[in-house]
């Protein structure tokens, strides 16, 4: 027993070491189609996915792949497909190791990836008989592994692992996110398989790359959300527009940008320019990265130490005749430009450098200098030339600069006596609404702004599409119960209560005498019936020139409707859209001289909407819906309107769906109608009754969703 028990505990421990030993298993093997051809095979694994090692060849057509210290643990190893490229996926396991071989119809390429647990081996047909990774005189071992020759193996994964990287086909783009260094946002983009240089344009807070003629799959279009990340970067956008890919970066704040293409991925990094009113009056911190060099000086000329930091920097360093004293300095192993720095801090001294030459001199008498510079070119812009420039606004609306420039209500205006204005003292505008066109005459510097300013303005706006569903359910009951009776009774020339000519009609009586002779006309002297009788019974007495008639009428009505109304508008950014539906009632109003006109009421069902496109790509909405109808049973001098209103302001995601509403209403109704006294005895007293009962529900829901269409391209087709 306790041999037997050793053993089981040495082969667990065994178990165990293989397992840790082990990098996976492969699971399962699923097949997906992309474009241009293209298909993409993912072997799952159940932990350790690892790249493999592999070659291919072209007679047969196979792709083999050698996964290491990888097992398979598959229902089926052997799969079949019907497929213009992949014909047949072998998987077997020996010697620590799995082979996965791809039967091909053409000769083919590949690539390899890791996703997670998977590994994605996209496969493609061979551009050119050259780009093969191996030639046709290297087979495949035949299956099973274990079969194979060591050598064979080792020597075509080596030969083979440089030349495959250049069959790599057109591999998806992928855009990757990640935070920096000083909380800079770092966008990385597969560009690999894309022809050319993109062109850069920079539009308010976005930033745009297209690349042209570089069409983009649909499956492969992403749209990021990084705010989270506490970056200049809120969201990353990557869609096809007509042939071209475009990549939109939409950022917040003031930012920077730099870019470079490395491994066939272009790095674009966003950094957060400083910003100086919220810095203040704090220290900026400098960097030195000069030659390093050591003084030990006492007592010393500060033109000495200049002209020595001149030699040891290799800089010209040209010091005022203001620049004058002495000073003890001692220093060792620091940067050059940080001992100029200490010096000219010490001697209250400021500096100005062009190229390679460094202009020392007091702080005082370099801000005088740049005052007069300053003031010599306020001069020139003044009584300089004024330039004329026209700007035709592509999606603006040349109307809305007439607040942004403060013009009257003229078509021009002059900034004179105006300072909250872009314009100098001397500028003018006009505006020209049948053209679009905005015209500028003013300084060079001042019409560069407006180039800037309109770039920035001038953008096309984002769309939203407002789709709302109105619902309104409906469901009623009613029920009414309602008697007829009469009697008349006639001897000789005297006649006893009324007439009921139905009761003649029904009874099938054989006293025609006093049919033909007109003696009896008969109505009820108690009527209170419902629409239409159920039954009825007539009893006539000829001998006794006597009738006695009862109807009973029962009506009992069920009705359950549902009214849905879909009103969809399509507007821009910031722009109110409204859209109505319904009638206009007519009725007469007197005004106080006493006469009369025709005024209109609206009822109707309308919608307005007020959106708002956030950073983060969500949707601010003020809406208001109403929902009126005709109330045809009010009596007033106008008429009465039922009116279902909601007003509401709330924030929803792109192409989630807000629900207002809820309003539930409730009728219930009792009448009765009845002889007085007659109609309160018990039991008999209901022969004299009309009764009625009513129960109404209502109940209306409003469901609103919001969709953000893209700039160009969408406008809908039916």
């Known amino acids: 027993m306790k041999i037997k028990t050793i053993t089981i505990m040495s082969a667990l421990g065994l178990g165990l070491l293989c397992q840790n030993v082990w990098a996976g298993n492969i699971t ?13 095979i993912k072997i799952k694994f159940d932990h350790g996915a690892v790249l493999p090692s592999g070659f291919t060849t072209d007679a047969p057509a196979r792709i083999a792949l050698d996964f290491a210290d990888t097992g398979v643990s598959m229902a089926q190893n052997e799969l079949e497909y019907s497929d213009a490229l992949l014909k047949q996926i072998e998987a077997v396991q020996s010697a620590g190791r799995s082979r996965v071989v791809l039967s091909l119809n053409k000769s083919g390429q590949y690539n390899a990836e890791v996703k997670g647990q998977e590994v994605w081996i996209y496969v493609q047909e061979s551009k050119t008989a050259t780009a093969a990774p191996l030639t046709s005189t ?20 080596a030969s083979t692992g440089a030349v495959s990287t250049s069959a790599i086909p057109t591999a998806p783009i992928s855009v990757d996110f990640r935070k920096g260094r000083n909380n800079s946002g770092i966008v990385s983009v597969n560009v690999s398989s894309l022809q050319g ?4 344009k920079r539009q308010g807070d976005r930033l745009i790359f297209t690349y042209k003629n570089n069409p983009l799959p649909t499956e492969q279009q992403r749209n990021l959300d990084v705010a989270d990340f506490s970056t200049p970067v809120r969201t990353v956008q990557l869609r096809r527009l007509g042939n071209d890919t475009e990549l939109t970066l939409r950022m917040q704040g003031n930012w920077a940008y730099t870019q470079r293409t ?13 910003d100086v009113a919220a810095s203040g009056l704090k220290t900026n911190t400098k960097s030195f990265n000069g030659r ?36 003890t300095i001692s220093l060792k192993d620091v940067p050059w430009d940080q001992a100029l720095d200490l010096v000219m801090q010490s001697r209250n001294l400021d500096s100005r450098r062009e190229g390679n030459i460094i202009n020392v001199a007091p702080r005082d008498e370099l801000l005088a200098r740049d005052k007069s510079v300053l003031q010599a070119q306020n001069e020139i812009d003044t009584l300089g030339p004024l330039l004329s420039q026209t700007f035709q606004l592509k999606y603006k609306n040349v109307e809305e600069f007439r607040k942004i420039l403060k013009l009257e209500d003229g078509s021009s205006s002059s900034s004179n006596g105006n300072s909250n204005t872009i314009l100098s003292a001397r500028g003018s505008a006009l505006i020209d609404p049948a053209t679009n066109t905005l015209i500028i005459t003013d300084i060079a510097s001042v019409v560069k702004k407006f180039e800037r300013l309109i770039a920035q303005l001038d953008v096309p706006a984002q769309q939203v599409m407002i789709e709302a569903r109105i619902v309104e359910a409906t469901d009623s009951f009613s029920r009414e119960l309602g008697v007829k009776f009469g009697f008349h009774k006639s001897s000789g020339s005297n006649h006893w209560g009324s007439n009921w000519s ?7 009586t054989a006293n025609n005498a006093s049919n033909s002779t007109g003696l009896f006309n008969l109505n009820p002297n108690v009527n209170l019936p419902a629409s239409a009788a159920t039954s009825s019974i007539a009893l006539v007495h000829s001998f006794a020139s006597g009738a006695l008639g009862l109807e009973l009428s029962a009506s009992q009505a069920e009705g359950k409707t549902k009214i849905i109304s879909s009103p969809r508008v399509l507007t821009q950014d910031r722009k109110e859209a409204s859209i109505e539906s319904g009638t206009e009632i007519p009725y007469q109003e007197a005004s106080s001289s006493g006469a009369t006109s025709i005024s209109f009421k609206k009822a109707v069902m309308s919608l307005k909407v007020l959106p708002q496109i956030t950073p983060d790509g969500n949707i601010i909405m003020d809406v208001k819906v109403n929902k009126d109808s005709p109330d045809y049973t009010c009596t007033a001098s106008e008429p009465c309107i039922n009116t279902k209103s909601v007003d509401t302001r709330a924030m ?5 769906t807000l629900i207002l509403g809820g309003i539930y209403q409730e009728e219930n109704a009792n009448s009765q109608d009845k002889v007085p006294l007659l109609g309160d005895i018990p039991v008999i007293g209901n022969l004299f009754k009309y009764q009625k009962k009513s129960q109404t529900r209502n109940e209306l829901l409003i469901f609103i969703t919001p969709r953000i269409m893209n700039t160009t391209g969408s406008a809908l087709r039916y």
């Open 502 to 508: 139905d009761a003649i009609n029904n009874s099938n």
């Open 292 to 327: 390093r060099v050591s003084l030990d000086f006492q007592d010393v000329d500060v033109r000495t130490i200049l002209q020595i930091l001149a030699k040891e920097s290799g800089m010209n360093i040209v010091a005022s005749d203001s620049v004058q004293g002495k000073m």
């Open 652 to 656: 929803v995601e792109n192409g989630g």
């Open 28 to 40: 399962g093997i699923n097949v997906s189609s992309l474009p241009n051809k293209q298909k993409v």
């Open 197 to 200: 240089t993109p062109s850069v």
């Open 262 to 274: 490395t491994g066939g991925n272009q790095i674009i990094e966003v950094s957060a320019n400083t």
């Open 138 to 157: 290297v087979t495949p071992p035949p299956l099973p592994i274990a079969t194979i020759n060591e050598q064979v193996i080792t020597q075509s994964s």
